[in-house]
């Protein structure tokens, strides 16, 4: 009864802290602008059964993806056998859903083995991280804090997994006559294990598990792991739109066909008109709500980066610099602008935390968005922060100006006359 | 594509030394008429001295296909792409909307060109401002007629068995899913179709894009076009095709950095199209 108690507290106080960051976390929302309609939902729930549960794009890098791709699946199956933990903890029961049969036997089974595998993985990624030092762990926005992350999440997969096949162990000891499931994996160390201390084994292994769990998911929201909540929900939120499109700005449709209207044109605007709104992205309140899914989603794998052609030739860009500079912004600015709309820490976005030179070296091509196994954008809100550099600071290259000038003179981004459009026709003939 | 199974019309008249008058939209429709097919030439197509050559051979496709295309000549206007992508919304709308006021006024309803970055802002981004088109890129177009067996390529021995590298343009590729009919016409050409490392949409871009072709690159350790020529040049081609005029000059210029031009020429696929088959 007092480990029901005791579970019960544990369990009310866990979830209420992370039920607080949750909505800390979403309170910021409010502060973001308005973006894509979600429509589209069946192509969504395909996307998402795809890229989330299928893991399609991880996989892309088959080796190292297959190896996250059965962390994923495993912690799928094993997320059945923490529910299961959970009402056996609060009700005082011992593996509640064994009446299922084959069906326990197949899903204790399977979170046994995949247990096994998450075990060798998570040693596989320690020493890709720490030994074989993969390039594209490092980077300048790779704070001793990113990789402290990575390392602590790796050692608590690992504990949970130990003390999952731990538990297990300890089960099939103490319950030898009448056992529940089906364990591959545990069942080969019983040995290890006395049938004197078989009990107290299960208990404390059962204890530093679901503690663990709990502790992790408190963890989980400042921690760049925090993809595990929100990449489902990420992916399902993807810009379905081709790559490579980017979207036509309203406000700006709306003034230019005033522009090009004779009857408005030279009109004084109305006295109720709202106050234009700020072109492109300066700061984080300019951001659109995806931009920040994006931010939070990121798990600073650095994909992205690696396939940069700009990061590639040793330029600033980094893509994923972007999505940590738009977390850490919102963390920074967003506490004070949710109390005061015009609070200001005399920072902005662009500027302090992301340099216009990392900007301009954007081609545009969409490789980190291509390779993203989240469906992460980072060149919506490049595109977006170079917007406000052009429209309201009017900070571009002296060369794009020069280009701008060139369009809006000659109707081409090159000095000619677009009288001489039809030159390449001069003296034109087949077989020549 | 069907609908343009008709002999060559009176609008171009070749003469029998094969010079031929490229129509106007204007002039065609001063004679009451309507093209079936603009050609959308593209700023590059139109100035490039280089890209002047691939405008010429897709014309020249279009001419012995027999298709009743039309060019805007001075009536065409920048889409504004460049302006776009490096932040210049106002230049954009205003030559989105300029265009959109000329094509519609001559009830234009399909278009082909052969720059990857007009093509996707016709398809993608000039729909929401009322330019509704059946837009296609010369890559997707110029296979469809081979497919359709109104243009033979088959049976030229210019290509036969050499290398040819095709690099991907990213507005083509990843940024709407044509990876294949560029591939499919080399293929077409007998030609050994060799791939980079990166390819499709792993492809590297060439360094151009986002309005980089107008300005000089950030400081870095290298430009981006020297790294990809170097991936190209790795599969030791005689040519490497491209879809792309902004491709072009950054892969051209690349060749040349590595005093490669005499082994390897940047072609676009319908240059290569027009060499094999003497057209």
Known sequence: MSKQLIFGLFLFLSLGVFTYTAFRLASFFRLTKKGFKVDRISERITTTLLVAFGQTKILRRPAIGLMHALVYWGFMVITIGSVEMMVDGLAGTERIMGSLGIFYSLITASGDIFAAIIILSC????????????????????????????????????????????????????????????????????????????????????????????????????????????????????????????????????????????????????????????????????????????????????????????????????????????????????????????????????????????????????ACVQECPVNIDPVSIIMDMRRNLVMEESNAPKELVQMFTNIENNGSPWQFSPEDRLKWTEGISLNS | MEEAEQPIEENQEQLSNGTFHVPTVAELKAKGEEPELLFWVGCAGAFDDRYQKVTRDFVKILEKVGIKYAVLGTEESCTGDPAKRAGNEFVYQMQAMGNIEVLNGYNIKKIVTACPHCFNIFKNEYPELGGKYEVHHHSTFLQQLINDGRLKVAGGEEFKGKTITFHDSCYLGRGNGIYEAPRKILEALDANLVEMKRNRSKGLCCGAGGAQMFKDAEKGDKEVNIERTGEALETNPSVIATACPFCMTMMTDGVKDKNKEGDTKVMDIAELIVKSNNI
């Not at chain 1, 994996?185 to 769990?213: D, P, R, Y």
């Not at chain 1, 659109?288 to 980066?305: F, H, I, M, P, V």
């Not at chain 1, 820490?345 to 900007?359: A, N, Q, R």
């Open chain 1, 123 to 366: 040693f596989a990624f320690l020493v890709r991280r720490h030994i074989m030092k993969v390039k594209r762990f490092s980077g300048v926005e790779m704070s001793p804090k990113s990789s402290m992350d990575a390392t602590a999440a790796l050692t608590m997969i690992l504990i949970l997994m130990f003390s999952l096949i731990g538990m297990n162990m300890g089960y099939l000891v103490n319950h030898s006559d009448e056992i529940v499931g089906y364990y591959p994996i545990s069942s080969l160390f019983t040995g290890l294990v006395s049938a004197e201390s078989a009990h107290l084994f299960q208990e404390t292994n059962w204890w530093i598990h679901i503690v663990l769990i709990f502790v992790f998911l408190n963890i989980l929201p400042y921690s760049k792991h925090f993809h595990i909540i929100m990449s489902i929900p990420n992916v399902f939120l993807t810009d379905l739109k081709p790559m490579t499109q980017m979207n036509n700005m309203a406000s700006v449709t709306k003034e230019v066909k005033l522009m090009m209207d004779p009857n408005t044109a030279f009109a004084a605007p109305a006295e109720d008109a709202p106050p234009p709104e700020r072109f492109g992205v300066k700061d984080i309140e300019d951001i659109t709500w995806k931009n920040y899914t994006d931010s939070l989603t990121c798990t600073e794998c650095g994909r992205c980066t690696s396939v940069c052609p700009a990061n590639i030739t040793g330029k600033l860009l980094s893509p994923r610099k972007i999505m940590i500079d738009t977390r850490k912004r919102m963390n920074d600015r967003g506490p004070g602008l949710s109390k005061d709309p015009n609070f200001d820490d005399g920072k902005s976005l662009v500027g302090d935390y992301i340099t216009t030179e990392e900007l301009w070296a954007c081609t545009t091509c969409n």
